[in-house]
């Protein structure tokens, strides 16, 4: 896996011959329109900023986010929680999910954006800020 600035790479095997970039894809416009101080309250907001690993997001956002990625051809590859001080977020290393790797189906996705709500709901009682990396996936 390559990381740079907000750009992750993920390359499969050669046989797959497929490269999954997740992380901040659009434009340098929209990145710029992200305020990385703000917690986002709605999924609508993040999938109009193409979402990003920059955008916080509160418990129902992120919990709508994954129950709607698969229609936006996305898959939740992973849910970093923690907790909200505004305007401040306190990452928590107890509150890590990480996604199938990678499923490249439609079915697949589905299923583990599924999961990945579920995740949500249960550590909403300890965490109330969730970040999500999402990637393309491939059907």
Known sequence: MVVSGFLRRRVL???VGVVLTVGS???SSLNMRIDHSHR???A???FALK???VMKLTTEAANDVCKKAAAHGLLVA???GGI???PGFEARVDCIWDGEDP???SNAAIENNRRAAAFICEESGEHDTFILTTLRYLA
């Open 13 to 15: 095997p050669e046989s």
């Open 25 to 27: 894809t659009g434009s």
């Open 40 to 42: 986002y309250e709605s």
């Open 44 to 46: 609508d907001e993040f």
């Open 51 to 53: 979402g990003s690993v």
């Open 78 to 80: 992973r849910i970093e």
């Open 84 to 86: 909200w001080h505004a």
């Open 103 to 105: 499923p490249t189906t």
